[in-house]
DNA sequence: GGCTTTAAACAAA
DNA sequence: TTTGTTTAAAGCC
């Protein structure tokens, strides 16, 4: 706060800031809207999330509560409250400081999950444990190398480094953290199927966006923090998964196998439907380009059509060309799931709605192709976007600077030239 | 009345 | 000392 509000930039030392931070503590605990995520490693302190399901009902519900609604999903349970006060939950947790114990009960969360998924849920992992990690101390379960390389950035600004300088950290974080907890959707093993098992000269067109070239031996990837596809990601964030907050809050676990086998790739990003629509944003225009541009003279179906909304929508939605070792790396933690052999470090299309050229096996065409639901996609999208920067009120600048670089993209010309399918 | 903000007390680490 | 929870009060809409 200190760092990147102004107002609170001289209002940083221990006096003068006893009173916000309290203020803030207080919002941050009494709020159903932010969660605490148990940082193991440092004992005390916690990191805060926004609620995957935004904790719309506003504050949370008082455990002493007698009757809970709905609402009570997101109810809080206080490690430290139910010390004070003998526990009324319906689950009461065996420690208070366990991290499970502080998430809200929003369907699929950890409580209502599996065993065998709720361990990995429930357990974050210092950063300094990941076996590809163990440069920051930064514990944050969603951080990325991006840490790493701004360790000096020990604010929460989980994205908020150099490469992201232009948008305004509240924003970025916020952004950030509900595409993080966005992602999963059980169409995405769907998609990341077609993804990998798309090949062929698309994939210089169509990179994946956002790895950095150091990614791939990250064990979290920095995708979802990347300050460019921060902007687009969220675009297209609705709280809709908490399963996958589960994986990014499991950095250095090998996720549930379900959860492999539904995520794209631990590096990734990770959406169901709405990755799709954030691929398609992304990657659309130019799959298709690059389809037409490798000779397939076949028409587009009809899905197809719509991914120029998306370049459209989003000129900014520019992909960004990962590098062939992350490509290779994204390739082959998703040939397991692909039906077709996947060359190691061949191209993964992302693009959901470029299989059929390919030959891939329709039955795994998933409901992203459903145009209906792109568009439905789209519309939240630009809603979420107009409210992002609305909310953000001055100076939201994405920079897109990062993004690009290469000229094997097609430009967003040409996107244009796409057809524009009416909303 | 609901919400936000602030202050404060208290407990735990 | 820091962090988190809870209560209370004041002010605003």
Redesign the pocket.
Known sequence: MVRSVPYFKDKGD?NSSA?????I???????SKFI?VHNEAT????W?MLNPEGGKS??AP???AASMDNSSKLA?V????S???PPLQSAPESS??SPGS?FPKWPGSPSSRSNEDSDVWNTFRPRTSSNASTISARLSPILTEQDDLHDEELLPSLVYSSASSNVPPTVTEELELIDGLNLMSPSSSVLSTQQSASSGQIQRDSSFSLQSPNAAGQTFGNSLFNPVDISLQSSVSHFSAPQTLEALLTPSSPPPRDVMMTQVDPVLPQTGNRMSSRTLLLLGGQAAQSKMSSGNPRGKPAEQQAEPVGASVLPSALPIVTSPQNTASITSLKAPVSAQPVQLGSPVLLSSASPAPLGLNQDRLPTDLDIDMYMENLECDMDYIINSELMDGEGLDFNFEPILPTPSYPSTSQASNHTWVPS
Request: charged share 45%; proline share 0%; aromatic share 6%.
């Open positions: 221990s009173g916000w931070k309290n203020s503590r207080h919002n941050l605990s009494l709020h605490k004992g005390k302190s916690s805060w506003g504050k008082r455990r002493r809080k206080r490690g430290k409250a010390r004070k006060k208070a400081d502080q």
